[in-house]
């Protein structure tokens, strides 16, 4: 049963870079897409973006322009980065897998961890 | 494509059989999947590409629709089922969800 959990600090500065992993285990990355989503707190499901495992990505325009999201097949990770962030990017951030490139549903999620922005 | 849910909550008793709708600002043919949502928790897959249960999922829970507009059905309500509920399409990028659903206990 693949299961995935995000890691990463809970706090960021005003201006600096989100960085957040997403670690695999219980299966292989390869062969899927992963994707991240965040829910700003008492708010709703945004999608940020996915990778696929040989490194094709999608983002949402909303968030491209600061967005970069790698992956690290030989440590079933991937990776999300967000720069500049403020406090509007104060959210429980999801990793999950992706089943494929169209017709797709996220399933497992990870538990979510809350990444505040704070001086 | 902007992904509208009706209603934004609702309150209901235990037995009682809800419908929840999802509108799509443009067709995504069935290209749509329903979560569930519990307070501090990751969402979780109930339904699949319109209308097939993600295994696991309680029977009780069926989806129908195609095009534009979607329903998710609890044909009797439980205990457990009262939470936030999401609908997402996965058409085209970016992907995006329903503003969500709260059912509630009356």
């Known amino acids: 049963q693949v299961q995935v959990q995000e890691s990463g600090p809970g706090l960021v500065k005003p201006s600096e870079t989100l960085s957040l992993t997403c670690t695999v285990s219980g299966g292989s990355i390869s062969s899927y897409y992963w994707t991240w989503i965040r829910q700003p707190p008492g708010k709703g499901l945004e999608w940020i973006g996915r990778i696929y495992t040989s490194g094709s990505t999608n983002y949402n325009p909303s968030l491209k322009s600061r967005v970069t999201i790698s992956v690290d097949t030989s440590k079933n990770q991937f990776s999300l980065k967000l720069s500049s962030v403020t406090a509007a990017d104060t959210a429980v951030y999801y990793c999950?897998?992706?089943?494929?490139?169209?017709?797709?549903?996220?399933?497992?999620w990870g538990q979510g961890t809350l990444v505040t922005v704070s001086s | 494509i902007q992904m509208t849910q009706s209603p934004s909550s609702l309150s209901a008793s235990v037995g009682d059989r809800i419908t929840i709708t999802c509108r799509a600002s443009?067709?995504?043919?069935?290209?749509l999947n329903w979560y569930q949502q519990k307070p501090g928790k990751a969402p979780n897959l109930l339904i699949y590409?319109?209308?097939s249960l993600q295994s696991g999922v309680p029977s009780r829970f069926s989806g129908s629709g195609s095009g534009t507009d979607f329903t998710l059905t609890i044909s009797s309500l439980q205990p457990e089922d009262f939470a936030t509920y999401y609908c997402q399409q996965s058409y085209s990028i970016p992907l995006t969800f329903g503003g969500g659903t709260k059912v509630e206990i009356k």
């Open positions: 999950a897998r992706d089943l494929s490139s169209a017709f797709t549903w996220f399933d497992p």
């Open positions: 590409a319109a209308s």
């Open positions: 443009q067709t995504i043919i069935t290209y």
